[in-house]
């Protein structure tokens, strides 16, 4: 099994891999000590022997394997079967010897396709089942190590199962072979994800509301076609700009000079980016005809990062939210270690001649998921005024942006969604969109079932200048079984191992306000409030 740290350089020598990886925040259940959850239920122990799952195959389920998991590094004893739902979903389940009733499934990333074990998805499962839950995963379908990126999307079956069969059938045969093993039928369900995995957990409230009692959906890709699309169209604004890093550092020192102290406190954060009114023609310094450099932006530069700001324009009018202004600025990664922009990679190029991560991931969904896939499409000449028609059925599929959650919300179901406003992979907006639309659908008791939390300063799923370290699981399992609505979830920033800061991610559209005492960087001198 590779170790965290492997798992970390592996990342930064690849940065295209982050997709796959980041399923989510990473920090579930690191409050469950300190804010321990009042289990109602009593723990089950194994009626059957592991060895003998491999019996619970089905027409359309082989169990291809199923071994004892002996207990080391604080992770119990556990039951692991490997197993495949036809065409080709693989799964994987683990079950404890002593178990707590609670099902658990974390999601995907980018396009998919991951193992088990790959990334960081040993230190999910490990993290759950120390807890005592019964975990599962799933590849959607599809190995990403024989079709990258979106290559998968040639076969229709693959492409509905990567939308949510794969998750659907994987959740149900997990629990059929927990029942089967422990006698009992898990007393509560949950899902976990952020990116591709905050979608899952949208899509399967929305389609399969009896699969989880709660679901954690971090900055979900929610209006996956316009997102992916928009995606490209980024990756070539940039490139053809010549963006680098150095006029990066250079808008960044603008934008917090001019935007930082809007919400009342100068402390190198932007609580809400859509009160700042910057514009990099007027409020940074811009390059004499002719010339360039690094203290300066040219006119193709200025242009190029105000599009980023506005978002595609169709005939007019913009098909989908815009980057906010914010993430220009260096914290720490999103994945791999140590610390650069929040534009680095995902909007523009970590190395000279390379494309960003934006790029790629339009690129592979233009060629793919049109009707018929083309993979020596040229995605040069995609015309955004006339060939978005061509993705309504991917549309139809990936998509989970209806705000009817009555029957989600009718059998009892929680559903925590974050989201961090310096967010480059997706547009943040799109998550405020979805919530006030999901209010506008199911009522002014909407916050009694889903809430959502915007994080200042995050980058995607985890990283950038903010307080990223949060468990939403903990919170959300508290709500589901006790009752207990997160009024705010305590989140910290974390440097060199020690946290330097916490405050209070509050239920949006409720902030976070100092009360005028105490340290700037203790989430007690603050409390939640309606905007100003």
Same mark, same amino acid.
């Given at each position: ?72 590094? @604080? ?7 490997? @197993? ?93 072979? &927990? ?31 009896? $699969? ?41 020192? &603008? ?47 200025? &242009? ?5 700001? &506005? ?10 939210? @815009? ?30 001649? $390379? ?178």
């Amino acid at each position: 099994m590779v170790g965290a740290k492997g798992v970390l350089a592996a990342l930064a020598l690849n940065p295209l891999l982050c997709g796959a990886a980041l399923a989510q925040n990473s920090y579930s259940f690191i409050d469950a000590e300190r804010s321990p959850v009042r289990y109602g239920v009593a723990s089950a122990k194994p009626v059957m022997a592991c060895g003998s799952l491999t019996g619970l195959a089905t027409p359309d389920t082989t169990i291809l394997s199923s071994v004892v998991v002996p207990a080391a590094d @604080g992770v119990p004893e556990h039951c692991r079967i490997a @197993g495949l739902i036809a065409p080709e979903i693989r799964f994987e389940v683990n079950l404890p010897a002593s178990w707590n009733r609670r099902f658990y499934m974390h999601g995907n990333g980018g396009f998919a396709g991951e193992a088990p074990d790959f990334g960081y998805r040993p230190l999910y499962r490990a993290n759950a089942l120390k807890q005592g839950f019964a975990t599962a995963t799933t590849n959607t379908g599809h190995d990403a190590t024989a079709e990258p990126n979106a290559a998968f999307a040639v076969s229709y079956q693959k492409r509905v199962d990567y939308a949510f069969r794969a998750v659907h059938l994987t959740a149900s045969e997990a629990k059929r072979i &927990a029942q089967a093993y422990y006698g009992r039928a898990p007393a509560f369900s949950y899902w976990d994800g952020c990116s591709t995995g905050g979608r899952q957990g949208l899509i399967s409230a929305q389609r399969f509301p009896q $699969d989880f009692d709660g679901s954690v959906a971090g900055a979900p890709v929610l209006n996956f076609v316009d997102t992916v699309t928009q995606s490209y169209w980024n990756g070539r604004t940039t490139a053809d700009a010549q963006i680098t890093l150095a006029k990066l550092k250079l808008v960044a020192d &603008a934008v917090y000079a001019h935007c930082d102290a809007k919400d009342g406190l100068k402390d190198g954060l932007i609580d809400d980016p859509r009160r700042c009114d910057f514009d990099p023609a007027r409020n940074v310094a811009q390059c004499a005809a002719g010339q360039d450099g690094e203290s300066c932006l040219t006119p193709e530069q200025t &242009a190029a990062i105000k599009k980023i700001y &506005a978002g595609v324009q169709v005939g007019g009018k913009p098909m989908h939210f @815009g980057q906010p202004v914010g993430a220009e600025i260096v914290g720490t990664r999103s994945f791999g270690q140590g610390e650069e922009s929040g534009w680095n990679r995902w909007l523009i190029a970590g190395t000279p001649g $390379d494309k960003s991560i934006q790029l790629v991931f339009g690129e592979s969904f233009l060629k793919y998921f049109q009707p018929k896939s083309d993979p020596g499409f040229d995605a040069t000449k995609f015309d955004f005024e006339k060939d978005m028609a061509k993705f309504a059925d991917a549309r139809a599929l990936l998509d989970a942006t209806d705000p009817n959650l009555a029957a989600f919300r009718g059998r009892g179901g929680k559903l925590l969604m974050y989201f961090g406003w310096a967010d480059t992979a997706l547009p943040p907006g799109m998550g405020v969109d979805y919530y006030e639309k999901a209010t506008a659908a199911n009522g002014p008791g909407t916050p009694e079932f889903f809430r959502l939390y915007m994080v200042p300063g995050m980058f995607h799923c985890r990283g950038g200048v903010g307080t990223d370290r949060l468990d939403a699981m903990t919170a959300l399992v508290n709500w589901v079984e006790n009752g207990t609505a997160p009024a705010s979830i305590t989140a910290s920033q974390v440097r060199d191992g020690k946290i330097v800061r916490s405050r209070p991610l509050c239920p949006y559209p409720q902030v976070a306000r100092h009360s005028g005492n105490g340290s700037t960087d203790d989430a007690a001198s603050f409390a939640c409030k309606a905007p100003d």
